[in-house]
């Protein structure tokens, strides 16, 4: 069993719609984390993180943690076609040593 | 967010040559700094783990004598792939890590990445 599993995809959506992304993880060790928006050729860039559990909303953008569950989640409400991009979610314990372990990432289009 | 520049952006060069990669971390002083490679349609790979001052860590299955880091400054990472091949095209992305407290210090930032093609 992988670290972290996330959705395959892709997913396709049409303008306005909501969408739910999602990671189930293994390792209970895991305290922190995130959500990366990573358009085509570029690197990935910092979208949303959460320390434990609870929920966190920045604009449009929800990100969930339930860590009873080890599940996250994040919500894309109004979803525009620039949100077209692949989302990876990613997290890591606490520690000066820690690395992110990412999903493999899932594909969005919003079509207009 | 932090901002992370990479140079160059793309690079095409001839089998058996030696490429080298800049990272720089362009807001604030980052001790730590990770090199990841990434395939098409696939995930980051981590590759390794630059620590100013002294040796990088690398992965399992990451041959360190063919990827070169170097971490001389608080600002600058190097990463060079020596002898490339064909099979070391790919893409390459920095990131630096925050080494502030609370939950950000846990964040990475990631460069615009490079994109190495070997003929």
């Known amino acids: 069993q992988k670290e972290v599993e996330q959705d395959p995809g892709p997913l396709s959506v049409p303008e306005g719609a909501i969408v739910s992304l999602n990671c189930t993880y293994s390792?209970?060790?895991?305290?922190?984390f995130m959500w990366y928006r990573q358009y085509s050729r570029k690197g990935p860039e910092l979208l949303m993180y959460?320390?434990?559990?609870g929920n966190k909303e920045d604009g449009r953008f929800t990100a969930q943690v339930d860590k009873s569950s080890k599940y996250i989640s994040l919500f894309i409400r109004d979803s525009q076609p620039s949100d077209s991009a692949t989302y990876l979610c990613?997290?890591?314990?606490?520690?000066?040593?820690?690395?992110?372990?990412f999903g493999k990432g899932i594909t969005l289009s919003v079509r207009p | 967010g932090a901002v992370v520049s990479q140079h160059p952006s793309w690079v095409i060069c001839k089998s058996g040559t030696s490429v080298k990669i800049e990272c720089r971390s362009l807001?604030?002083?980052?001790?730590?700094m990770f090199w990841y490679r990434q395939f098409p349609k696939q995930s980051l790979m981590l590759m390794a783990t630059?620590?100013?001052?002294?040796?990088?860590?690398?992965e399992q299955g990451v041959e360190k004598d063919k990827f070169l880091i170097n971490h001389a400054s608080l600002t600058l990472s190097t990463l060079t792939v020596t002898s490339a091949h064909p099979e070391d095209s790919s893409f390459y992305i920095c990131?630096?890590?925050?080494?502030?407290?609370?939950?950000?210090?846990?964040?990475?930032?990631f460069g615009p990445g490079t994109r190495l093609l070997v003929l």
């Open positions: 959460t320390y434990s559990s």
């Open positions: 990613a997290m890591s314990r606490a520690g000066a040593n820690s690395k992110l372990t």
């Open positions: 630059s620590n100013e001052g002294s040796k990088a860590t690398y």
């Open positions: 807001d604030f002083q980052a001790t730590t």
């Open positions: 990131s630096v890590r925050n080494s502030g407290r609370g939950p950000l210090g846990e964040t990475q930032y």
């Open positions: 390792n209970s060790a895991f305290q922190y």
